[in-house]
């Protein structure tokens, strides 16, 4: 992939393709921002530019030895380390530090790309700082952090920090697209507001059983002229069915945010044009629910998730949570 199509983070690639075709590459650099907006594919779209054997204007150019070999993941000159489980170890700072001693063997450079550097411990951080603070020639070290967390500031210090940015809707729709190919404008729709400005996010997500699952909930919930009996009949089988889902907690989620979206289109809200959600779907839950009754669903949401937190009964919680939802909206349609 090439820097110029990284989507929505054009001060970033602008900062960095400035620093590969000037000619002035520093030692390091800490990528920043929250998680999933593409800083590590930067990351990789620079090691591949600068592992091409093309020119800086051209690479990378997808057909040079060079460029196969990154491809492959097989390239000698390119190393990667991600926290092994939960953190970035002391070992793997210490081992990195070894390799690095050694002058890169095919490239003029060596890249190397620590992920989610603010999972290390102070340890290990200290060690990264022993490299940052005297770099061995003909490395490269790109960084990325996750913004929200705090990091040394002796390691700040030692690397030029590039800005990462949530990324606007339609850069988000256009890249879940790309991520998950065959889903629609509508279901990325759907997606993006779970991903808030985060595509990345949505990464380990069964998107196909969650955006199903969606559909289901909002259809039973919305369904017009039920009974009471019908609605009980409704909440009873919604919950058998959303309770066995692995993605329960993304699910619910999912509906807060579309209750938000749909109190922003009551309220005529700015943002409210840039909603997430179908016209139609939104047009349905306005009539179904009124303010107070979707303030009420949100915190009804809040509840659950904090039970399942709890480890409470899934099945127990989601019916509880869908008996109140369809309760607000009975009580709209008697009046
Ligand atoms: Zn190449």
Known sequence: MHLTQLLGQTKAVNLLRRALTGGRLGHAYLF??????G???AARAMAASLLCREDAESAPCGRCPGCLKFVSGNHPDFLSVRPDGAVIKIDQVRELK????????????RVTLLEEVHTMRREA?????KILEEPPPDNLLLLTTDEAEPLLPTILSRCQVIPFSPLPLAATIEILQRMHPGLDEENARTLAALAGGSPGRTKGINHAELLDLHRDILEGLLAKGAGEADQVETALRLAARVSKSDGLETLLDLLRLFCKDVMATC???PGADASQQPAQILA???ERWNLPELSDNIQAIDAALQALARNCNRQLVCEVLFLRLLAGAAQQQAT
């Open 98 to 109: 070894k390799a690095l001693v050694f002058p890169p063997l095919e490239a003029p450079l």
């Open 32 to 37: 920043t921002g929250p998680d999933g907006v």
């Open 267 to 269: 309220c005529r809200y």
């Open 284 to 286: 349905r839950a306005r």
């Open 39 to 41: 800083k590590a594919t």
């Open 125 to 129: 951080a200290n060690s990264l700082l």
